[in-house]
Nanobody, 118 residues
Framework: QLHLVESGGGLVQPGGSRILSCTASGSYPVYYAIGWIRQAPGKGPEGVACIHLGNGAQYFADSVKGRFTHTLYTNGAKKTIYLEMKSMEHEDSGTYYC?????????WGQGTLVTVSS
């Protein structure tokens, strides 16, 4: 079964950087896109970044363009995606979930909390 595990959350000062990672293991169901969705307290979920595995196309939310980058590594049956976040702002705070889209719906990781605060 597809299993997503995130890590890297924590406290970051405004203007600082942080790298999140998500390791996807398991080959079923097959997923065609993987990325990050964040949710701040009291707000709805926001798609932050996504990689389409078929053509490598990447998507970034307007709020993070130019500050966040997304890298995918494949090691056998496992894939690890790294979200490098720079020039972080208070508005970047929230729980970051790794999510993979499959033909049977979206699969989620458990989430990792990022807090941007001085």
């Amino acid at each position: 079964q597809l299993h997503l595990v995130e890590s890297g959350g924590g406290l970051v000062q405004p203007g600082g950087s942080r790298i999140l990672s998500c390791t996807a293991s398991g080959s079923y169901p097959v997923y065609y896109a993987i990325g990050w969705i964040r949710q701040a307290p009291g707000k709805g979920p926001e798609g932050v970044a996504c990689i389409h595995l078929g053509n490598g196309a990447q998507y970034f939310a307007d709020s993070v363009k130019g500050r966040f980058t997304h890298t995918l590594y494949t090691n056998g049956a496992k894939k690890t995606i790294y979200l490098e976040m720079k020039s972080m702002e208070h508005e970047d705070s929230g729980t970051y979930y790794c999510a993979a889209d499959t033909n049977y719906g979206r699969r989620w990781g458990q989430g990792t909390l990022v807090t941007v605060s001085s």
